[in-house]
């Protein structure tokens, strides 16, 4: 009886530490991450196959379309080593049935990757690292590098492991109907944390104020105060998220029309010399 082929150790590794740097290699919109999956794949093609013809067929099935967060996508690529053992080893594995499965997973997957990774983890580190840089600390920086490397690197193998190890089974647990509540929670985190950094770290005020006599005024911040507390803050956070949501406009579109109210804000108003906004410029 024939030996089973499977990867070795050594070459997963190679084949994940090639997906961990390569993953958006060549990425464009015809193709996102099709170029880095193939580079991840070709290691353990090569030790899997024999001769150049079968190894040639194994790696066309990895030059179709795919894309996915490339974090947690990594479970993807593990899961992708086992079905690419199973077929050298002649099982009725076939590129069709590969490429099924990939394109299955890689949606799912980055929903949840995009919830998980970039609504709730990526603020968290953030929020802390901005804690930490108050005053111009370099402390803040640092812990960000730091920790996100340190943790996208063990957790992306952990995904890649659990891909290969678990097969489908693992996959499942994330992406079938058990996953319904996991998701809400995820939404729910991310909103607070979200919200949370909304209020604590951005900060908005307007200098309007205006004189009626020696002793009587009318300072917009303070009305604002006694209505609301960050009432600013609340109402450009919304603005932000009702431009690019329901409007669909980007992000950089967004940014440009903040500079542009920030501006227009700074301008004293004939009249009552004074400005909606304060920016602290002294010339």
């Known amino acids: 009886m024939a030996e089973l082929k499977k990867a070795s150790e050594a070459t997963r590794k190679a084949s994940f530490l090639r997906w961990i740097y390569g993953n958006l290699t060549c990425f464009s919109q ?26 040639v067929e194994a790696l066309r099935t990895y030059t179709t379309f795919f894309n996915t967060e490339p974090q947690i996508g990594s479970m993807v690529v593990g899961l992708t080593v086992g079905l690419e053992e199973a077929r050298a080893n002649g099982e009725p594995m076939d590129a069709e049935t590969i490429n099924g499965i990939r394109a299955g997973l890689m949606g799912p997957l980055a929903g949840l990757g995009d919830s998980i990774i970039v609504g709730t983890f ?24 730091v920790a996100w490397n340190v943790l996208m690197y063990f957790g992306m193998k952990f995904a890649y492991d659990q891909g290969y190890s678990l097969g489908g089974s693992a996959v499942e647990a994330l992406v079938g109907p058990q996953s319904a509540a996991l998701r809400s929670s995820i939404v729910m985190v991310g909103t607070m944390v979200i919200g949370a950094v909304a209020a604590t770290w951005i900060n908005i005020s307007t200098s309007f104020a205006v004189e009626f006599g020696a002793d009587s005024s009318f300072a917009l911040q303070n009305t604002l105060d006694g209505i609301m507390p960050k009432a600013l803050n609340f109402f450009f956070v919304w603005l932000c998220w009702w431009l690019m949501t329901k409007k669909k406009i980007s992000p950089t579109i967004v940014m440009l029309i903040l500079v542009i109210v920030a501006l227009v804000g700074c301008i004293t ?13 002294s010339y």
Do not use: C, R
């Not at 009552?272 to 602290?280: E, K, L």
């Open 122 to 145: 990526i603020p968290i580190l953030l929020g802390i690292a901005l804690g930490l840089s108050t005053g111009g600390n370099p402390l803040g920086p640092i812990f960000y590098i």
């Open 269 to 281: 108003i004939p009249g009552i010399n004074t400005s909606i906004f304060n920016p602290g410029l």
């Open 30 to 55: 015809e193709h996102m991450q099709t170029f880095g999956y193939l580079w991840a794949m070709l290691p353990v093609v090569d030790e899997l196959y024999d001769s150049d013809e079968e190894k």
